[in-house]
Nanobody, 119 residues
Framework: VQLQASGGGLVQAGGSLRLSCGAS????????MRWYRQAPGKQRELVAA???????NYADSVKGRFTISRDNAWNTVYLQMHSLKPEDTAVYYC??????????????WGQGTLVTVSS
């Protein structure tokens, strides 16, 4: 299973970006999908998560500004980010649980996409 993330870039504070992450390869089903981020010198943190049924949860730091969504037909998860702040600067990683050819649920990670917010 491969996760391909895209959509990162440089944006001014207050701006918006939309990240996308599509899953491809051999799998039967995708369960939870998540976005994490890791800023320089900091640990990776969970930003937002969405279940296969559409239930969501967010880190307190992004509530009201970020929205996670998914398209199950295309096995793709999105992160719409508004009112970006310099502290949102990080490499953003997508993560997904996939029921793959091992007949087990396994965890997969995308390659990361850099978001830089200038002040």
């Amino acid at each position: 299973v491969q996760l391909q993330a895209s959509g990162g870039g440089l944006v001014q504070a207050g701006g918006s970006l939309r990240l996308s992450c599509g899953a491809s390869g051999s799998f039967f089903s995708i369960n939870g999908m998540r976005w994490y981020r890791q800023a320089p010198g900091k640990q990776r943190e969970l930003v937002a998560a969405i279940t296969s049924g559409g239930g969501t949860n967010y880190a307190d730091s992004v509530k009201g500004r970020f929205t996670i969504s998914r398209d199950n037909a295309w096995n793709t998860v999105y992160l719409q980010m508004h009112s970006l702040k310099p502290e949102d600067t990080a490499v953003y990683y997508c993560n997904a649980e996939a029921f793959d050819n091992t007949r087990r649920w396994n965890d997969y990670w995308g390659q990361g996409t850099l978001v830089t917010v200038s002040s």
